[in-house]
């Protein structure tokens, strides 16, 4: 009767802990939806232009994200820092408030030279050898496109403290409004309409900090109006400097930091690299790589769940949750990226005329292009799944620094060493690149599993 009992017990904690990251999980992976959506609204938007126009703003965006991914990893900190503070259950208005002040610091203060950097994008482009026209369309396209960063990083560091509150359902909601604005804006500002000026590329670069500015207005309003939340006085003392906060967070952040730059990173080399070899490579992988991203959304989702699971059991210091809330976020996001991997490579087609029309001859090259990417997509869905977990679990426990040698092995040493091999010297093109992506993201998942079981072998706990 007692093992019985205790079995009962046990699976009564799975099945609570698989709905609670469930519940905490959909408005997170939701929201990472609303944000894809409006990088694909982009995407869909100046395809409408052509693809000349498309491929220039996606080198500058993918330029922009090297950046722009940085920055958000290493105000990414905030979210395990707050998790655990509120496992610990010691000062936690106190202590999630230092965090939350002191991760905007961070945002104003890493931005300045990610704008310098940003502001040359065209000059960098052509140092790289890549094609005049669309350097140019980039750099016009990013000189407005890059004061939306420092919104958005205010936007991350707001959606930290609701997921670590586990009250994520308002970063959704503004998510959804975000989406909606950011079409009103580029289809105004792009091509002219609702009185506006017709700014092309410019107009989607001023779309998105307009969306970007709103989204964050909103999220502040929320949390200096919702009786839930005002408790925490966020913006309490917002000048008075806190070091040893600051500090920690940049102790934490920037391995995460160097994993998210290494990550997107390794994806706008495999652009730049796509511009060396013609223009329709470049078209194909934005749109094939838009896909790609909306799957991606799902694990990301899971991930920040399993950071905050994880961290709230790590603040308990309690072993069995913290073992039940990893498994339970790597199962779930491996499942469902399988099934995306039977969808993907069963309507590839399907999926890219969302972004371009397939039925237009002069469409004919990239159309191809982009569906051999898809069925590579489809492959490495499952290990994409993985490693994004992976480093979610591995987050809430603040092991970061090993997570981000492994990231830095599988992806530039493995994911860009074979993609150059086939694309330049076995004459296989773009596919070649995706495969060696691919191959990094096999790696990476591999590693990082590996790096969770030895911490469970070791004692997932410090000493």
């Given at each position: 009767m007692t093992s019985i009992s205790l079995?009962?017990?046990?699976?009564?904690l799975w099945q609570h802990e698989l709905r609670t990251s469930l519940a905490l999980a959909w408005p997170l992976i939701l929201t990472n939806l609303t944000m894809a959506l409006i990088g694909a609204t982009d995407v869909l938007m100046l395809g409408w232009l052509g693809a000349e126009q498309?491929?220039?703003?996606?080198?500058?965006?993918?330029?922009?994200?090297?950046?722009?991914?940085?920055?958000?990893?290493?105000?990414?900190?905030?979210?395990?820092?707050?998790?655990?503070?509120?496992?610990?259950?010691?000062?936690?208005?106190?202590?999630?408030?230092?965090?939350?002040?002191?991760?905007?610091?961070v945002a104003v203060?890493?931005?300045?030279?990610?704008?310098?950097?940003?502001?040359q994008t065209e000059e960098i482009l052509l140092l790289m050898g890549q094609i005049p026209k669309l350097a140019e369309n980039a750099g016009v396209y990013i000189?407005?496109?890059?004061?939306s960063i420092l919104p958005f990083l205010g936007l991350i560091v707001l959606r930290n403290f609701l997921s670590a509150v586990e009250k994520p359902i308002w970063s959704l909601i503004v998510g959804v409004i975000g989406v909606v604005a950011n079409a009103?804006?580029?289809?105004?500002?792009?091509?002219?309409?609702f009185g506006l000026p017709a700014l092309g590329l410019m107009g989607a670069g001023i779309g998105s900090v307009m969306s970007n500015s709103l989204m964050f207005l909103a999220?502040?309003?929320?949390?200096?109006?919702?009786?839930?939340?005002?408790?925490?006085?966020?913006?309490?003392?917002?000048?008075?400097?806190?070091?040893?906060?600051?500090r920690e967070i940049w102790r934490l952040g920037l391995p995460i930091a160097m994993t998210y730059g290494m990550e997107g990173g390794v994806f706008s080399v495999a652009v730049l690299l796509m511009g060396l070899i013609d223009t329709a490579s470049v078209a194909a992988h934005a749109i094939a790589i838009q896909v790609a991203a909306l799957t991606f959304m799902i694990p990301f989702g899971l991930s920040q769940s399993a950071t905050v699971r994880v961290g709230i059991g790590y603040g308990r210091k309690d072993k069995a949750m913290i073992q039940r809330a990893g498994w339970t976020g790597f199962i779930v996001g491996v499942g469902f990226m399988?099934?995306?991997?039977?969808?993907?490579?069963?309507?590839?087609?399907?999926?890219?005329?969302?972004?371009?029309?397939?039925?237009?001859?002069?469409?004919?090259?990239?159309?191809?292009?982009?569906?051999?990417?898809?069925?590579?997509?489809?492959?490495?869905?499952?290990?994409?799944g993985a490693q994004a977990v992976g480093q979610g679990m591995l987050r809430g426990l603040h092991d970061t620094r090993v997570p981000m040698l492994l990231v830095g092995f599988g992806y530039w040493v493995v994911g860009i060493g074979v993609g150059i091999w086939l694309a330049f010297y076995q004459g296989w093109g773009g596919q070649g690149l995706w495969v060696g992506l691919a191959t990094g993201l096999g790696i990476v998942a591999i590693l990082m599993i590996a790096r969770w079981m030895m911490r469970e072998r070791i004692g997932l706990l410090p000493d």
């Open positions: 079995d009962q017990q046990s699976r009564g498309l491929a220039g703003a996606s080198l500058g965006h993918n330029l922009s994200m090297i950046a722009g991914i940085f920055c958000m990893g290493l105000v990414t900190a905030t979210s395990p820092m707050m998790a655990t503070a509120i496992g610990r259950g010691l000062h936690v208005v106190r202590d999630v408030r230092r965090t939350f002040r002191q991760g905007l610091w203060i890493v931005i300045i030279p990610c704008w310098i950097m940003l502001w000189r407005a496109y890059m004061w009103i804006f580029n289809y105004g500002l792009i091509f002219g309409n999220m502040v309003i929320v949390v200096l109006r919702h009786r839930h939340f005002r408790r925490y006085h966020l913006f309490g003392n917002f000048w008075k400097p806190d070091w040893s906060r600051f399988t099934v995306m991997a039977v969808i993907i490579w069963s309507i590839p087609e399907l999926l890219i005329s969302g972004f371009i029309d397939i039925n237009n001859p002069k469409n004919a090259e990239v159309v191809t292009l982009a569906v051999g990417f898809l069925y590579v997509a489809a492959l490495f869905q499952t290990f994409d």
